[in-house]
């Protein structure tokens, strides 16, 4: 995350999770999707030919927390996703490739058995601000 005049915030959502000198594991999935961008377009004889402009990745993310104190962390990441004065990236390949990311979907929490007592899980959804021209093998490291 780096905000319009400062230094950049390097969040790791794996490990940034600590209470009591424990890190708590909450990021539990990733699912990543590569939603195609498309144009409608007709040919000269009128036969539908849409006309693809790239891929954009689009992922969401689940946090289970049983430590409802860690929703602050998640709120701060979703509200900085929606300040125009931060720029965030998001890296799934251990950092070899950032992507700037905008927020889908802000997180919203879905209790455990119907009691945030006993925690909630967040699901946010963010996407890549710009499109990819084409999809790469996962085996190249720079899969997304």
Do not use: H
């Amino acid at each position: 995350m780096t905000p319009q005049d400062g230094p950049a915030e390097v969040v790791d959502l794996t490990t940034v999770f600590v209470s009591g000198g424990r890190t708590y594991k909450v990021l539990t999935d990733i699912d990543l999707v590569y939603e195609p961008e498309t144009e409608a377009r007709d040919t000269i004889n009128r036969r539908s030919r849409p006309l693809l402009l790239g891929y954009r990745p689009v992922i969401t993310m689940v946090f289970q927390l049983n430590i409802m104190s860690f929703y602050a962390q998640i709120a701060q990441l979703a509200s900085r996703l929606m300040d125009p004065y931060w720029v965030v990236e998001l890296a799934l390949d251990n950092g070899a490739t950032y992507r700037q990311i905008v927020l889908r979907r802000a997180p919203s929490p879905e209790p455990f058995g119907n009691k945030t007592v006993a925690g909630a899980s967040f699901k946010m959804t963010v996407a890549c601000r710009d499109l990819i021209a084409e999809l790469s093998p996962i085996a190249t490291g720079t899969a997304w």
